[in-house]
């Protein structure tokens, strides 16, 4: 995987647990995504904190998780191009909670519509589902995504 791939996975991993959004960490999946997020930190702040601009970064991060989520991600993307180890350790993180914790991304354009959904789904235990819409007018339904139970 490469390193901006594991990177993003860090900081959407990260973000919430940071902010300390506990809605956004419900249940069993929830608890256990919040222990691998702290886990997380830990390692990441355990090899950059020696690094004074590292740390920097990772005090703004930590401080405004959405304010520095960009430079902390360019900074955790730098330091595992050249940290082997420290990028699979990052990137079986990132891969173990998205196996067993539902995520999902959904980003739209839209610019008019009557109607669009972007996903309609009544279960979703496990898994990745990522949906992008860019919609230019659609006078009448398009969906992106409809699925009865995921995982």
Do not use: C, S
């Not at 020696?50 to 401080?63: H, M, R, Y």
């Not at 995520?103 to 235990?125: F, L, N, P, S």
């Amino acid at each position: 995987m490469d390193p901006a791939t594991i990177a993003a996975g860090a900081v959407a991993l990260l973000t919430p647990y940071l902010k300390k959004a506990g809605e956004e960490f419900v249940g069993a999946a929830g608890e256990y995504a919040q222990e691998k997020a702290k886990g997380l930190w830990q390692k990441i702040r355990a090899k950059l904190d020696g690094d004074p601009p590292a740390k920097v970064v990772l005090d703004k991060f930590e401080n405004n998780p959405d304010a520095h989520a960009a430079e902390f991600t360019a900074k955790v993307e730098e330091k595992i191009a050249a940290d082997a180890p420290l990028a699979d350790q990052i990137a079986t993180d990132v891969g173990d909670v998205r196996r067993k914790v539902p995520y999902i991304r959904i980003a739209q354009k839209i610019t008019e519509a009557q109607d669009a959904v972007g996903v309609k789904a009544a279960r979703m235990k496990a898994g990745t589902l990522d949906v992008t819409q860019e919609i230019g007018v659609v006078k009448g339904t398009a969906v992106g995504a409809d699925i009865g139970e995921i995982g």
